[in-house]
């Protein structure tokens, strides 16, 4: 118990931000038309791609003869990319499509 | 952390909140998706530049090497993707940011033994990444075909729920015990690929949109996690942004098929368990031809098309627009009628009529249309069966039973479009084929849609 109240106490700051920012997710996508729920899961799939910060810190933070560390982080950084220009890329090519005509 | 490296931080998380929120809007989307894009920019190049470590100038080569190659990668497939083949596209890019997040974890391990909190972050972050990977890859060719089976052998859930409880059992103690070996970490991790694959492999062809969303809202998760082990804010907010958006998708799209989300991960379905009712006899069908089709057609005052996946699969996306804008031409009133879940992902027909430059304000979504149905002389059924299945409101022993569905029962006239009599996606027997009102036009759906559109033209 007291582990846990230390626990709290020392990460009070990440457990207020993730609560906020689950709130924040739920309302900013509740309501969306079905219209855009394939651009949209596009989007939010390229969003998760920002994991790839995690693969470059790695490759910063490691010594320059760490042959595991650097390999790991540099496939980590080329998937963790790919999720990204490749999700943006994708959902901008959706969106692109979506035209009213008059 | 430098407060200039924050404050771009800052700046990329705003960016990303309001990007997702315009992506909500078809008028504002493309912004949307422009600015999430350059938040994530910023937040990347700050990464590399902004900090006071001495790095080598080897190491800056390599991450510049494997930033271009994985954009040149990615940007390549974006580019050559076709549209039928998005779900598939989205399911293989989010195993990559999950396999993406197991390998930083397998990095950071062995530089935190020790240090509880970090030690959670970390295995967990490996364990739900593996799971992500395997589990999309099992997707990814679920979709495109590859991987045909669905495996449904006895207690296979059982078997799973166990499984998946002894891997987080012993996580926690591998945790608890400050293990610093590197084979458990490795462990779990060949554990987790394994689960990812055990758990994607026994559900059937019509749940597959919930996987993928699910699987998404999984990487979002294992990418904040990973942020909480970096205390980077951008990452974690980023990342629980796309793991709440993922959960509410998916929540939409169960209700859309009237499903549980549990249904869907527990109750293997879709392909084997669903031949009940199909021994009934449903009386006989009727046959027609384009031009019979064409004049019931022409003479009718409004039309509403339904478009399903066999209209994708034949490529038929701008036949159906030639269809629909010769009709309009002639007076009739044409609306496509779109279910949540036409197509492959929910959303989907919808891109995929984009592409053809159907006008967005034509397609109709379901608790919209349904009620048209009953004033509107021809229905047209393309390439579409189970979202048109009457079983769903009047056969409880439909595994479909309750599913939301397009009325298109209720119009004067019903033509339905397909290849052979073979069930649709969830294998079942479809009662309007057999309908009074209904005649079946046989043909692939380009070859019927464009012999209908030349019948037309001679009218």
């Given at each position: 118990m007291?582990?846990?109240?230390?626990?709290?106490?020392?990460?009070?700051?990440?457990?207020?931000?993730?609560?906020?920012?689950?709130?924040?997710?739920?309302?900013?996508?509740?309501?969306?038309?079905?219209?855009?729920?394939?651009?949209?899961?596009?989007?939010?799939?390229?969003?998760?791609?920002?994991?790839?910060?995690?693969?470059?810190?790695?490759?910063?933070?490691?010594?320059?003869?760490?042959?595991?560390?650097?390999?790991?982080?540099?496939?980590?950084?080329?998937?963790?990319?790919?999720?990204?220009?490749?999700?943006?890329?994708?959902?901008?090519?959706?969106?692109?499509?979506?035209?009213?005509?008059? | 952390?430098?407060?200039?490296?924050?404050?771009?931080?800052?700046?990329?998380?705003?960016?990303?909140?309001?990007?997702?929120?315009?992506?909500?809007?078809?008028?504002?989307?493309?912004?949307?998706?422009?600015?999430?894009?350059?938040?994530?920019?910023?937040?990347?190049?700050?990464?590399?530049?902004?900090?006071?470590?001495?790095?080598?100038?080897?190491?800056?080569?390599?991450?510049?090497?494997?930033?271009?190659?994985?954009?040149?990668?990615?940007?390549?497939?974006?580019?050559?993707?076709?549209?039928?083949?998005?779900?598939?596209?989205?399911?293989?890019?989010?195993?990559?940011?999950?396999?993406?997040?197991a390998l930083i974890g397998l990095v950071e391990f062995s530089k935190n033994v020790g240090d509880k909190m970090q030690a959670t972050t970390i295995v967990s972050g490996i364990i739900i990444g593996a799971i992500t990977f395997s589990g999309s890859l099992i997707a990814w060719g679920k979709l495109n075909g590859s991987i045909k089976s669905v495996v449904t052998i006895p207690r296979y859930n059982t078997i799973n729920n166990i499984f998946i409880l002894a891997i987080i059992a012993f996580a926690v103690f591998t945790v608890s015990n400050g293990a610093s070996d590197q084979a458990i970490i490795f462990g779990l991790l060949g554990a987790g690929l394994v689960y990812g694959i055990l758990f994607v492999l026994p559900i059937g062809g019509a749940d597959m949109p919930v996987v993928i969303s699910l699987l998404n809202s999984l990487t979002g998760i294992a990418a904040a996690i990973t942020g909480i082990l970096y205390s980077n804010m951008v990452m974690l907010v980023g990342g629980i942004l796309v793991g709440s958006a993922g959960i509410i998708l998916t929540i939409a799209m169960c209700k859309g098929m009237n499903r549980t989300l549990g249904a869907v991960i527990f109750g293997a379905f879709g392909g084997t368990d669903s031949t009940a009712g199909t021994d009934k006899r449903l009386g006989s069908i009727k046959k027609t031809n384009p031009s019979d089709a064409a004049i019931m057609m022409n003479y009718a005052n409004s039309v509403i098309i339904v478009p399903g996946y066999g209209l994708a699969v034949a490529q038929a996306q701008h036949v159906i627009h030639e269809l629909e804008e010769l009709l309009t031409e002639k007076g009739v009133d044409v609306k496509y009628a779109i279910h949540p879940v036409a197509g492959r992902m929910p959303g989907h027909m919808n891109v995929l009529l984009a592409e053809s430059n159907v006008d967005y304000s034509?397609?109709?979504?379901?608790?919209?249309?349904?009620?048209?149905?009953?004033?509107?002389?021809?229905?047209?059924?393309?390439?579409?069966?189970?979202?048109?299945?009457?079983?769903?409101?009047?056969?409880?022993?439909?595994?479909?039973?309750?599913?939301?569905?397009?009325?298109?029962?209720?119009?004067?006239?019903?033509?339905?479009?397909k290849r052979t009599m073979n069930a649709g996606y969830a294998g079942i027997e479809n009662e309007l084929f057999y309908n009074s009102k209904t005649v079946m036009l046989f043909g692939d759906a380009k070859d019927a849609l464009t012999s209908l559109v030349s019948e037309l033209k001679n009218m």
């Open positions: 007291n582990g846990l109240m230390q626990f709290i106490s020392d990460n009070l700051q990440i457990i207020y931000i993730l609560i906020l920012a689950v709130f924040v997710g739920v309302e900013v996508i509740k309501n969306i038309p079905a219209v855009l729920h394939t651009p949209l899961m596009s989007g939010a799939n390229a969003l998760s791609g920002v994991v790839v910060i995690g693969a470059i810190l790695v490759m910063l933070q490691s010594d320059p003869d760490d042959y595991f560390a650097l390999t790991l982080g540099f496939i980590g950084v080329v998937l963790g990319i790919i999720n990204v220009v490749g999700g943006f890329a994708v959902t901008g090519r959706m969106l692109q499509m979506f035209k009213k005509k008059n | 952390m430098s407060i200039s490296l924050s404050i771009i931080y800052l700046i990329a998380t705003i960016a990303f909140i309001l990007g997702l929120k315009k992506l909500g809007h078809p008028a504002t989307a493309k912004n949307g998706n422009l600015i999430a894009a350059s938040g994530m920019a910023i937040a990347i190049a700050a990464t590399i530049f902004i900090h006071d470590l001495q790095i080598p100038i080897s190491i800056y080569i390599l991450i510049g090497l494997a930033l271009l190659t994985g954009s040149a990668i990615g940007g390549w497939m974006a580019v050559k993707v076709k549209m039928t083949k998005m779900p598939e596209l989205v399911s293989l890019f989010n195993g990559f940011g999950g396999a993406s997040a034509l397609l109709v979504e379901m608790e919209d249309i349904n009620s048209h149905f009953k004033n509107t002389d021809v229905v047209l059924v393309v390439g579409a069966n189970d979202v048109v299945n009457p079983a769903a409101h009047n056969d409880p022993s439909s595994p479909i039973y309750g599913m939301p569905i397009l009325d298109a029962e209720n119009a004067k006239h019903i033509i339905v479009n």
